[in-house]
């Protein structure tokens, strides 16, 4: 089956500071990911959808500048947190489209600012 | 406006059935996803269904009807290790995935 990656799978940093998420896809190609925020006892939220080779869509709410996202190559998105906050704190999930309705998830990363 | 609702938490016995339902209100429709995830980890896919009926994988089915907006997942043979979170997605017309909130399944001896 189709097998996605996200590094770290946890990070603790200071407020203020910038971090790095990557989503690899590693056995396929995913020209389509996404990535999803969750907090405690929620459901997924969708924070923004990432096409290779374009700009990100953002859902409403999610600040694009605060949330960086690149989609630099066929099996990577990275999605930064900049200037990170304790409310920023949450699990961060990445998917990678394989077909229309077939979608894989990362195992997650969960972020946590102090 | 596009809502997904499923109950909060449900309780069964080990060994038993349960059923979860899931109703949803969308704009379009390209299928009906169950998702299951376990306190701290990511998602996993259990089924997908875009025509009605029932799909059944193992101890897990999942059945749809289009004209009532609705689903359920179905779980036979309970075992503890089923404790986990239950998630409902439906695929708009865009292919969007939009979530319900979950239903918190505790299996107790």
């Known amino acids: 089956g189709a097998v996605v990656s996200q590094h770290p799978s946890w990070v603790i940093c200071k407020s203020g500071t910038s971090v790095k998420i990557e989503c690899r896809s590693l056995?396929?190609?995913?020209?389509?990911m996404f990535w999803y925020r969750q907090f405690p006892k929620q459901s997924l939220m969708l924070m923004a959808t990432?096409?290779?080779?374009?700009?990100?869509?953002?859902e409403q709410g999610v600040e694009k500048d605060k949330f960086l996202i690149n989609h630099a190559s066929l099996t990577l998105s990275t999605l930064t947190v900049t200037s990170a906050h304790p409310e920023d704190s949450s699990f961060y999930i990445c998917?990678?489209?394989?077909?229309?309705?077939?979608?894989?998830f990362g195992p997650g990363t969960r972020l946590t600012v102090t | 406006g596009q809502n997904i609702d499923q109950p909060t938490e449900m309780t069964a016995t080990e060994g038993a059935i349960v059923q979860i339902n899931c109703t949803y209100q969308t704009s379009g429709f390209n299928g009906l996803f169950w998702y299951q995830q376990h306190a701290g980890e990511a998602p996993t896919f259990l089924s997908y269904?875009?025509l009605d009926g029932l799909e059944e994988k193992g101890r897990f089915s999942s059945f749809l009807s289009r004209s009532k907006g609705y689903s359920y997942l179905l779980l036979k043979e309970l075992q503890m290790k089923d404790s986990a979170s239950y998630l409902c997605?439906?695929?708009?017309?865009?292919?969007?995935?939009?979530w319900g909130a979950g239903t918190k399944l505790i299996i107790k001896p």
């Open positions: 990432s096409n290779e080779g374009s700009k990100a869509t953002y």
């Open positions: 056995d396929f190609q995913a020209t389509t």
């Open positions: 269904n875009v």
């Open positions: 997605a439906v695929a708009d017309s865009n292919y969007q995935l939009i």
């Open positions: 998917s990678a489209r394989v077909r229309e309705y077939e979608q894989y």
